[in-house]
């Protein structure tokens, strides 16, 4: 990205850090793959909406099945348009070529570009941190992989004082940092790999713009253009922040600058190029009813103010302080950018939109970089005052690391809490793993059923059913499900009784709904025997599913 080439030891750097993030993310994960037992199917996903993961699998089992497009298979309405999205494509193709299950595609796939993901934000804090400052590049890379809010402290301080349930029905989520994949890198790096692939995007579209406008170089804007085409053809949201920063930088320069309004060029360069996917994306929320109704119910509000402040913790307070220390002096563009981008970000995440909280993302860099100006220069100034003792700069490190790092690694043992939680109890949330007969119900189900086949099973079941057999459920995912809490109501209505037989055929009948899925969650929702019923055929059972054919002539 810099012009400027890497010395040997800043890739060395780079290389180990990669492994240790690399570390990170593989201890869960042999985790999962230890405790699940001999007999046991684990699904790789952990506390970072687990749900989601299996609406990720579905997208890559669509493709190893051969398609290119994808289709929404929580819902059973006829897909008007099927979507486009290349991200997944490619990680369900890279899944088709190896022969891996759909959990080791997005480990291992992760495992690559991690190297890559570190590479990035190493050059851009190099390129736009201070000049004298740019010598301790690789301190604020680990810094801004590893730094967190105080989310975690908030959160065992409220439930000492028994507070969770009201913090939560006050503020609505808890702070970001607690289970937010956008809202910092160490979250990013646990969570799904689309996210680390459009930081990445965000990144060198920044670079490349900015630099489009201090070199006057079309062909940077063009660069520009196309990571940026790239990124919203698979995470559109991230368009906006890239729109409104960018043309507030622009504004920023004609008017205090005076700059050619010729720089114009390069923002509508940046536009065209990347438009095509935007339109795509505006093109499906025009006439595709069914993304409008799931644009409807996926509601992705930022907390109160407050409970963003907590989720940033020091990283804000620290970045205030970096921030008014570096305008105290004669400012420059990179500082000019990096506030712009700070102060936009906060007003597109408390803007009109319904994804506000997706444009948390990339907020975290002006953070720490305004932070880290701060820490040094603070650090710089006590130790004149006090001296550079072992002892002082030992105290310096213990309140740094407990203040900044020490959360998120609070937060990752807690994800090994979570997954023994799963493993060691009957829970039904989601299925983090599954029954040893479970996974041959699945198979089967995938290898019989055809692209039209629906079935009907509890929530619990279908969101795993849906992603790992790669077929169409009624009901699944609470976004991906078109009028999810009619659909949940009826599924309850229909699994709690064994009576009304007549209303249940007339049902099964409109929905189209061809197989009955019965395993233990189904068992829960009620007292419904499908054995009993004389218009459904058993055509799979072992110890812990059976499947029914719906048989209505």
């Known amino acids: 990205m810099n012009q400027l080439k890497l010395e040997k030891k800043e890739i060395k750097f780079i290389l180990l850090i990669s492994f240790i993030a690399i570390l990170i993310i593989a201890l869960p994960f042999a985790y999962g793959q230890l405790i699940k037992g001999n007999n046991n199917f684990f699904s790789g996903l952990n506390f970072l909406s687990p749900h989601d993961g299996y609406v990720y699998y579905s997208y890559i089992e669509q493709a190893k099945q051969g398609n290119i497009l994808f289709d929404d298979l929580f819902s059973g309405e006829i897909t008007p348009t099927f979507t486009f999205n290349p991200f997944w494509l490619t990680l369900g193709l890279f899944a088709k070529f190896f022969y891996l299950p759909s959990a080791w595609a997005i480990f291992l796939f992760k495992i690559i570009f991690i190297p890559l993901f570190i590479f990035v934000i190493y050059k851009f804090l190099r390129y736009f941190l201070p000049d004298d400052l740019k010598k301790y590049t690789g301190w604020c890379s680990v810094y801004a992989l590893f730094a967190s809010g105080l989310g975690y402290y908030f959160l065992k301080f409220s439930l000492f004082f028994e507070a969770k349930s009201q913090i939560v029905e006050k503020y609505g989520v808890l702070p970001l940092d607690l289970w937010n994949q956008e809202s910092n890198n160490f979250l990013t790096l646990l969570g799904f790999p689309h996210i680390m692939a459009s930081i990445v995007l965000l990144l060198l ?85 069914q993304i409008q109704i799931k644009n409807l119910q996926n509601l992705l509000f930022s907390p109160a103010l407050i409970i963003s402040m907590v989720g940033f913790g020091f990283i804000l307070i620290t970045a205030i302080a970096g921030l008014i220390l570096v305008w105290s002096e004669k400012i420059n563009n990179k500082m000019a950018f990096l506030t712009i981008w700070l102060i936009s970000s906060f007003i597109l995440i408390y803007s009109p939109l319904t994804f506000q909280r997706r444009l948390t993302e990339g907020l975290i860099f002006p953070l720490i970089i305004f932070s880290f100006i701060f820490l040094v220069l603070a650090y710089g100034y006590l130790k004149n005052k006090i001296g ?91 976004i991906e499900t078109i009028y999810y809490f009619e659909k949940k109501e009826l599924v309850d209505w229909f699994f709690k009784e064994n009576q009304e037989d007549l209303a249940k055929q007339e049902f099964l009948r409109n929905k189209h709904i061809g197989y009955i899925y019965y395993s233990e969650a189904e068992k829960k929702l009620g007292d419904f025997s499908p054995s009993q019923k004389d218009y459904l055929k058993q055509v799979f059972s072992n110890n812990e599913v059976t499947i029914y054919k719906v048989n209505l002539d």
């Open 205 to 289: 579209t920044f670079y490349f713009f900015f630099r489009s406008l201090e070199q006057k170089k079309i062909k940077f804007s063009i660069y520009a253009g196309f990571f940026a085409l790239l990124l919203a053809s698979f995470h559109p949201f991230h368009i906006v922040t890239i729109y409104f920063i960018n043309l507030i930088y622009i504004l920023y320069l004609l008017i205090t600058k005076r700059n050619n309004i010729k720089i114009l060029l390069n923002y509508f360069l940046l536009v065209l190029l990347s438009f095509p996917a935007v339109a795509y994306y505006l093109y499906l929320l025009a006439f595709n009813w």
């Open 388 to 478: 550079s003792s072992l002892l002082y700069r030992a105290i310096f490190f213990v309140i740094f690391l407990t203040l900044f790092i020490l959360p998120n690694f609070f937060i990752y043992y807690e994800n090994f809490l979570f997954l023994n939680y799963f493993r060691f109890s009957d829970a039904d949330e989601v299925a983090i793993f599954l029954d040893q007969d479970t996974t041959p119900a699945v198979n089967w189900y995938k290898n019989q059923a055809t692209s039209s086949d629906l079935v009907l099973t509890s929530f619990y079941s279908g969101n795993y059913l849906a992603g790992l057999a790669g077929k169409k459920v009624y009901l699944g995912h609470k």
